[in-house]
């Protein structure tokens, strides 16, 4: 069962403690990123604008929003600005994902942030960047990784590129690129006292991820289509088998010492085919293929648990919540009703925790005005929610 947080563990302050973070609401990879800081112990305040949300669950259940603390503002009044302005002031690092010009129309742009706050990180999260021809158009994940290269290296070769919900371009390619400047620039901040813009754009997150297949296509040693590489399922012990239940096992056999070890437990037999002869790879796949239709998941589980053939089942999100070693670790936490992913990675002194479940537009408009000491006034009523 999913880890449930305790008392104890949630006074742990994280890594961050201190921190000031604003985040001017957004979707997708700026909140993530928020949240990732949030989790690591930082005071993310984030600006919620009055009205419904555009998109997106009941708040109470959106967990990109969790550990952090919600203002109402309306950055299109004539106050809203200021007030953001007054908040950028007391903040270590700011976070936004307008579209570029944005953010200066409404009168909260980097420039005039830092005027007020000559120290202050001010990270721009966008899918094509702050420059370049499509720097004002629309998108989403999936057409940033399109672009990128990158969604064209998943699926099999003779078929459509598989979509990897948008974990790959928003988060991978985004919002992480965006934390690792964030804190770079920070430290570049608390030894200068210079602050700076940080424009994370997904299309050049997601582009660095390639690195090491470029250097492998420079060498001659990965083929540019899908489907027939080592690393993409193009190798038959590097692919995922339907079992006989329906369900799939992932394959990993990589190294030839693992291989030999996934040969033998799934008694593919002696007159196989060798692991690298490529020109007997479809019969060796097929040969895998069938043996891996006799049993069902939970039987092959069985079989490689606790070896070294890497191989592993595929299991849906709930089930992964449950599996005995994510378990063990508590990669997953149950936090007032809601199953989760834990705070990551993991810090020996200073762990980061769930102290708040996702903060409600608005909550904690007078609490921050205390305590970042910036005089707000009270918020409206409180936007209605979904659900």
Same mark, same amino acid.
């Given at each position: ?19 000031? @973070? ?86 909260? !742009? ?48 003779? !078929? ?12 991978? !390619? ?5 934390? @690792? ?33 470029? !250097? ?8 540019? /289509? ?24 992932? @394959? ?12 033998? *437990? ?17 019969? *060796?796949? #097929? ?7 006799? /049993? #069902? ?48 990675? /993991? ?41």
């Amino acid at each position: 069962m999913a880890a449930t947080t305790t008392a104890a563990a949630a006074g742990s302050p994280g890594p961050l403690a201190g921190l000031r @973070v604003l985040e001017l609401a957004g979707i997708g990879p700026g909140p993530f990123a928020a949240m990732l800081l949030a989790d690591l112990g930082a005071d993310v305040v984030r600006v919620d604008r009055p009205g419904p949300p555009p998109i997106g669950p009941d708040p109470a259940f959106d967990l990109t929003n969790r550990n952090k603390r919600s203002v109402l503002v309306d950055l299109k009044s004539p106050t809203g600005p200021g007030l953001v302005l007054d908040l950028a002031a007391r903040a270590d690092l700011l976070i936004e994902g307008y579209r570029p010009g944005v953010a200066e129309r409404l009168g909260v !742009g980097p420039e005039a942030c830092l005027a007020r706050n000559p120290a202050l990180v001010y990270g721009r999260m966008t899918g094509w960047g702050q420059s370049g021809p499509l720097a004002a158009r629309a998108g989403h994940d999936i057409g940033y990784t399109a672009t990128t290269g990158a969604l064209g290296l998943i699926g099999p070769p003779d !078929g459509p590129p598989a979509v990897p919900a948008n974990l790959l371009g928003d988060y991978a !390619g985004g919002s992480l690129y965006l934390v @690792v400047g964030l804190l770079a620039a920070l430290r570049h901040a608390e030894r200068t006292g210079q602050g700076q813009v940080v424009d994370a754009a997904i299309v050049d997150g997601t582009a660095h991820l390639t690195s090491i297949l470029w !250097g492998l296509l420079a060498a001659g040693q990965w083929q540019d /289509r899908r489907g027939v590489n080592l690393l993409d399922g193009g190798a038959p012990w590097y692919d995922t088998y339907r079992t006989a239940d329906g369900r799939h096992m992932a @394959v990993g056999a990589l190294e030839p010492q693992f291989y030999a070890e996934f040969a033998a *437990l799934l008694e593919l037999g002696p007159d196989a085919p060798a692991q690298y002869d490529p020109a007997r790879w479809p019969e *060796l796949r #097929t040969r895998i293929a069938e043996r891996f239709a006799e /049993r #069902t998941q939970a039987e092959w589980t069985a079989v490689f648990e606790g070896t070294d053939a890497c191989v592993a089942p595929v299991l849906t999100l709930r089930q992964a919540a449950e599996h005995p070693h994510l378990a063990a670790r508590a990669t997953y936490t149950t936090h007032q009703g809601i199953t989760q992913p834990a705070p990551a990675p /993991r810090f020996s002194a200073t762990p980061g925790t769930l102290r708040r479940p996702p903060s409600r537009p608005g909550e904690h408009t007078a609490e921050v005005a205390a305590d970042w000491q910036v005089p707000m006034p009270a918020p409206e009523t409180a936007p209605e929610t979904a659900g």
